[in-house]
C-alpha cells in the first residue's frame, strides 16, 4: 500500500473525447507525477505539479493538462483523444528522492 | 541516446535461486539516482530500492541488492532466494539531479520465477 489512490481503474472512450482521470496522493507529499504506459512499454513521463503549479513536462501536446489541488488531489485532463492514447496512466506523488506510484487507470479509446 | 537501457525482454529463475536483471544508464549529470520498481500484472509500480550516485556502498533491501558500478554505468538488481511471487515486470529508473522531476525508466525485464 503506497497511500496514493487512482480513479476509475478502466475507461473507454471513443476518439474525439475528453477524460479527466484522478488521484489521490498522501498528506505531505508535495509533488504529483503523472505518467503514460503504452503497452509493453515503461512509463513515459507527462508533468509534474508542485505547490500546485506545473514543474516540468515531458514530450506531449497541450492537449495533456493537469490540476492539483491543496488537499493533495490531482487531476489529468486530456482532450481531443486519439487511439494512441490508449495506455495506462499512472499518477505517483512523493518527497525528494521518493516517488511512490497509484496502481493506474487503464484507458482504451476505440 | 536511451537514458536507461534493460536489454533483457524476459527472464527465467529457478525458485530460490539467485537472479540479475541488468541496466546501464547514460547521464552527464553527476548527481542522480537510480532506481528500480516491481510492476505485477495489476499495473502498480512498487518501489524496491535506490541507489543515489554519491552512494559509496552498495544499496540492500532484504532479498533485493543493487550492484551499482559507476564507471561502467550500470546499476543491475540482484533478487536473491527467488519466490514465486516475484515473477513480474521489473523497470529500471534514473532521476537526474538532486531534484530532478521526472523519472526515466526502461523498457523492463519480465522475469518469471519457476518452481
Known amino acids: 500500500e503506497t497511500g496514493v489512490t487512482q480513479s476509475p481503474t478502466h475507461l473507454i472512450k471513443t476518439r474525439g473525447q475528453q477524460v479527466t482521470l484522478r488521484c489521490s496522493s498522501q498528506?505531505?507529499?508535495?509533488?504529483v507525477s503523472w505518467y503514460q504506459q503504452a503497452l509493453g512499454q515503461g512509463p513515459q513521463f507527462i508533468f509534474q505539479?508542485?505547490?500546485?503549479?506545473?514543474?516540468g513536462r515531458g514530450n506531449f501536446p497541450p492537449r495533456f493538462s493537469g490540476l492539483q489541488f491543496p488537499n493533495y488531489s490531482s487531476e489529468l485532463n486530456v482532450n481531443a483523444l486519439e487511439l494512441d492514447d490508449s495506455a495506462l496512466y499512472l499518477c505517483?506523488?512523493?518527497?525528494?528522492?521518493?516517488?511512490?506510484f497509484g496502481p493506474g487507470t487503464r484507458l482504451t479509446v476505440l | 541516446a536511451q537514458k536507461i537501457t534493460q536489454t533483457q525482454p524476459g527472464m527465467f529463475v529457478q525458485e530460490k535461486e539467485a537472479v540479475t536483471l541488468d541496466c546501464t544508464y547514460d547521464?552527464?549529470?553527476?548527481?542522480?539516482?537510480l532506481f528500480w520498481y516491481k510492476q505485477p500484472s495489476s499495473g502498480e509500480m512498487i518501489f524496491l530500492i535506490y541507489?543515489?550516485?554519491?552512494?559509496?556502498q552498495n544499496a540492500t533491501e532484504g532479498r533485493y541488492s543493487l550492484n551499482f558500478q559507476k564507471a561502467r554505468k550500470s546499476a543491475n538488481l540482484v533478487i536473491s532466494a527467488s519466490q514465486l511471487g516475484d515473477s513480474a515486470m521489473y523497470f529500471c529508473?534514473?532521476?537526474?539531479?538532486?531534484?530532478?522531476?521526472?523519472?526515466?525508466f526502461g523498457t523492463g525485464t519480465s522475469l518469471t520465477v519457476i518452481p
Open positions: 505517483a506523488s512523493g518527497i525528494y528522492n521518493e516517488q511512490f
Open positions: 498528506s505531505g507529499h508535495n509533488t
Open positions: 505539479y508542485y505547490r500546485e503549479e506545473e514543474n
Open positions: 547521464t552527464s549529470d553527476p548527481s542522480y539516482g
Open positions: 541507489q543515489g550516485s554519491y552512494d559509496q
Open positions: 529508473a534514473m532521476r537526474e539531479g538532486r531534484t530532478g522531476n521526472q523519472f526515466y
